[in-house]
T-cell receptor, first 115, second 115 residues
Framework: QQPVQSPQAVILREGEDAVINCSSS?????VHWYRQKHGEAPIFLMI?????EQKGHDKISASFNEKKQQSSLYLTASQLSYSGTYFC????????????????FGKGTKLSVKP | DTAVSQTPKYLVTQMGNDKSIKCEQN?????MYWYKQDSKKFLKIMFS???????INETVPNRFSPKSPDKAHLNLHINSLELGDSAVYFC??????????????FGEGSRLTVL
């Protein structure tokens, strides 16, 4: 089941903040976040494994609400280098815990940061 | 050394032809994947292959077949190419166990154009 991302696109000025949301209709084992620049491969940002877990590096962080089957990616004080398409990927759990292993991506959120 | 490498990077061919894309990973990972990214940038999983277990996305036509000669390689064969097969195909790999974060490592992609 494909996760749903919102918004589909966002335009920011340098220094502004953005939030990208990812939700699933099914229970989740984990949520991944990737960024893809035009003509390049997706690059891993972070993975969240536990409900309520928050992770971050630099000014990009994410949270995972296991109960609500949602994750959000927070970009603060955006830089030009943040431009790209952000994908969340979700893994459904096995019945007895653990991951089924196949990462299903949302349709992506295109982020454009202008000077 | 490139962690996940794909060849060729570009492939232009006629409808009805058969073609292959090769993928190799030198990360010692157990699981490899093929993803298709269409013109709308949707990243769709096609196959995953782990210890000789193949998991197929049921929406993938049987003209597509993955072949894994060993753990480090997962090649994609496509028979009777159609216009709708035009896309960028990404190979990816993932490790298991405590030493691995669960991150997917993507190859640079192979752009297939069917005329």
């Amino acid at each position: 089941q494909q996760p749903v991302q919102s918004p589909q696109a966002v335009i920011l000025r340098e220094g502004e903040d953005a939030v990208i949301n990812c939700s699933s209709s099914k229970a989740l084992y984990s949520v991944h976040w990737y960024r893809q620049k035009h003509g390049e491969a997706p690059i891993f940002l972070m993975i969240l494994l536990k409900g309520g877990e928050q992770k971050g590096h630099d000014k990009i962080s994410a949270s995972f609400n296991e109960k609500k089957q949602q994750s959000s990616l927070y970009l603060t004080a955006s830089q030009l280098s943040y431009s790209g398409t952000y994908f969340c990927g979700t893994e459904p759990p096995f019945l007895h815990g653990g991951s089924q292993g196949n990462l299903i991506f949302g349709k992506g959120t295109k982020l454009s940061v202008k000077p | 050394d490139t962690a996940v490498s794909q060849t060729p990077k570009y492939l232009v061919t006629q409808m009805g032809n058969d073609k292959s894309i090769k993928c190799e990973q030198n990360l010692g990972h157990d699981t490899m994947y093929w993803y298709k990214q269409d013109s709308k940038k949707f990243l769709k999983i096609m196959f995953s292959y782990n210890n000789k277990e193949l998991i197929i996305n049921e929406t993938v036509p049987n003209r597509f077949s993955p072949k894994s000669p060993d753990k480090a390689h997962l090649n994609l064969h496509i028979n009777s190419l159609e216009l709708g097969d035009s896309a960028v195909y990404f190979c990816a790999s993932k490790g298991r166990g405590r030493a691995n974060t669960g991150e997917l490592f993507f190859g640079e992609g192979s752009r297939l154009t069917v005329l």
